[in-house]
């Protein structure tokens, strides 16, 4: 089993900036991507950006150029710094993990942090 402890998320003007932080625990062997999720009130959950084990990222179309994601693999940690916020960023922010085990892979969810962006 995995668990994954978000942190970071508040209250931010437009315009500025939050990192997010995703701690994961656990039976960590084999992981196939990490990333970070977001869903507004009434709204879908849709991914935000994740990194995948070559390193590899993708981000949301709506967050190219503002946010990037990275990690601290001594430390198990997953890293989402949000730059210039809009209103439009304001929702829970998921942390997600892929975990490669034999045979299958296994999606793994954190509680969420809220991330409001308002004046």
């Known amino acids: 089993q995995v668990q994954l402890v978000e942190s970071g998320g508040g209250l931010v003007q437009p315009g500025g900036s939050l990192r997010l932080s995703c701690a994961a625990s656990?039976?960590?062997?084999?992981?196939?991507?990490v990333g970070w999720y977001r869903q507004a009130p009434g709204k879908q959950r849709e991914l935000v950006a994740r990194i995948t084990s070559d390193r590899g990222t993708n981000y949301a179309d709506s967050v190219k150029g503002r946010f990037t994601i990275s990690r601290d693999n001594a430390k198990k940690l997953v890293y989402l710094q949000m730059n210039s916020l809009k209103p439009e960023d304001t929702a829970v922010y998921y942390c997600?993990?892929?975990?490669?085990?034999?045979?299958?892979?296994?999606?793994?969810w954190g509680q969420g942090t809220q991330v409001t962006v308002s004046s």
């Open positions: 997600h993990m892929i975990h490669s085990d034999p045979g299958t892979f296994n999606n793994y």
């Open positions: 656990g039976s960590i062997f084999s992981i196939y991507a």
